[in-house]
């Protein structure tokens, strides 16, 4: 397995190893049109910069934010991001992604409404405009881990890719009925997260949970499986029921995978010869109904699921439990080109691209260069925020990003995740975060020794 460094001191360097992969990227020299002002639901954003949304691990057991969930998002509205996109959040217990997951229920509702209040607050404090704020609302599916003790996997069909010679016990795919009961738990999340100040909800169709698994039931009897009206009814009507609250002042939008990452027919946005390569016609009907027929007019645009290919939604250096089995640039080409493709059809739809922390320092090179290419309208930067939350103020006065101001894509904040504790950076942020890698560290030592 060939290992990856990044030794790149210039965009030039960066250029002359794409034009070695025969692969495109758009870079840019100039990040001011990262500060362009940019038009959402009616509201005039600053700039084009986003937070991606990041499971922090860290809520308290009932679901409510922490005062490390506090710490982060307040990092993040300090730093100047024009759009603030909410982690993962929970619509149903038993879909909780683990006990340390935020939950939005009536009880919880008092401390989220002073919660998205104080990130406001602080936005408009520090930079003169509060971050809009979406939020995330998702069933995590096979991914489900509602207790500490063991997984409880609600898929929606049994995918060999994943499961190998383990597979699920069939009582874990999810029956026709509880993905019924789930359209109208959305539409309850929509109107929860509205009351708490939320400027819009993510139906969230991505990364393997339910909603993005469903995408590539294609084998799947019933009325969610097989064919593309079946595979996307419960994204549709939950948006439906969602719509209810929808207004000029609360959106409704979706993170969509265009591109899971497995073989057809495991796995939807690839070609139906077996091999890992695009097919962008599925994703691109799932946008024209979202858009064109549902009234979605903002998207973010992702892919993969990082449970198990995370190289595919994240490339990363190093991972200390995956292989990366593709040269980073050509993980970010995949990303970009297929923003490209969804902007370049759908031209009035705003569309958010992911993924650029890889980059290090030249994340925003990135960023700016698929705006000005026409790729995309916007950038959430994800794994940079946790390592430096105040990247785009730093971007905004000098035009660049010190190299020891960014993230070195070295995936310790996916294996605190992983591991049960709060994500973070260990590099850039240490202090807070280092303790709990090492705590880490000794739990793998002591499970490996007895
Ligand atoms: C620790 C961690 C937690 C994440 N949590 C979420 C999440 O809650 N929802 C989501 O859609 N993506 C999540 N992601 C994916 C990020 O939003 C983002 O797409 C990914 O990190 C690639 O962007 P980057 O290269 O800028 O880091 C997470 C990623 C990491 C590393």
Redesign the pocket.
């Given at each position: 397995m060939k290992q990856y460094d990044f030794s790149y001191k210039t965009l030039e360097d960066i250029r002359e190893r794409l034009k070695d992969l025969t692969i495109c990227l758009p870079l840019s020299e100039e990040t001011d049109i990262l500060f362009k002002p940019l038009m959402l639901n009616k509201r005039l954003l600053q700039n084009r910069i986003g937070i991606?949304?990041?499971?922090?691990f860290d809520a308290c057991p009932d679901g409510t934010p922490s005062e490390l969930t506090r710490r982060r998002y307040l990092r993040y509205a300090r730093g100047g991001a024009a759009l603030i996109?909410f982690?993962?959040v929970t619509i149903v217990p038993e879909g909780r992604s683990s006990p340390r997951q935020l939950v939005l229920t009536k009880e919880t509702l008092p401390q989220f409404q002073r919660f998205v209040e104080e990130i406001k607050e602080t936005g408009l404090k520090e930079n003169g405009y509060a971050p809009f704020l979406v939020m995330?609302a998702?069933h995590s599916g096979r991914y489900s881990h509602p207790n500490p003790q063991t997984p409880q996997p609600i898929a929606a069909f049994h995918n060999p890719v994943i499961e190998g010679d383990r597979p699920l016990d069939s009582s874990c795919i999810a029956s026709d009925d509880y993905l019924a009961s789930l359209e109208d738990k959305f539409g309850e999340s929509a109107k929860l997260c509205r009351k708490a100040g939320f400027d819009g909800i993510d139906i969230?169709s991505?990364?393997g949970y339910l909603l993005g698994e469903l995408a590539g039931a294609f084998n799947r009897p019933g009325i969610y499986g097989g064919n593309f009206e079946n595979r996307f009814r419960l994204l549709f009507n939950s948006l439906r029921h969602a719509q209810c609250v929808q207004s000029d002042s609360f959106m409704i939008t979706v993170?969509l995978n265009i591109f899971d990452g497995f073989p057809y027919p495991y796995g939807y946005g690839v070609v139906r010869d077996g091999s890992l390569n695009t097919d962008y016609s599925e994703p691109l009907e799932a946008v024209r109904i979202l858009h064109r027929e549902l009234g979605v007019s903002f998207i973010n645009i992702?892919m993969g699921d990082?449970h198990i290919r995370p190289y595919i939604?994240?490339?990363f250096l190093r991972d200390d439990k995956f292989l990366q089995m593709e040269d980073p640039l050509a993980g970010l080409a995949r990303m970009y080109n297929g923003s490209a493709v969804i902007k370049r059809n759908f031209p009035e739809l705003v569309v958010s691209a992911?993924?650029?922390?890889?980059l290090h320092q030249f994340?925003p090179n990135l960023a700016a260069g698929a705006i000005q290419a026409g790729a995309c309208d916007q950038v959430?930067?994800?794994?940079?925020?946790?390592a430096n939350p105040c990247f785009p103020r730093d971007i905004k006065e000098s035009g660049f990003l010190e190299p020891e101001k960014a993230?070195i894509?070295c995936?310790k904040?996916?294996s605190?995740?992983r591991g049960g504790m709060p994500?973070g950076c260990i590099v850039r942020d240490a202090e807070v975060y280092l303790p709990y890698y090492k705590s880490l560290m000794d739990k793998n030592k002591q499970r490996k020794q007895t």
């Open positions: 991606a949304p990041m499971e922090g996109w982690e993962s995330q998702n969230k991505c990364h993170r992702t990082p939604t994240r490339p992911s993924a650029p922390s890889y994340a959430c930067f994800g794994r940079l925020a946790f993230c894509a995936s904040c996916s605190l995740g994500a």
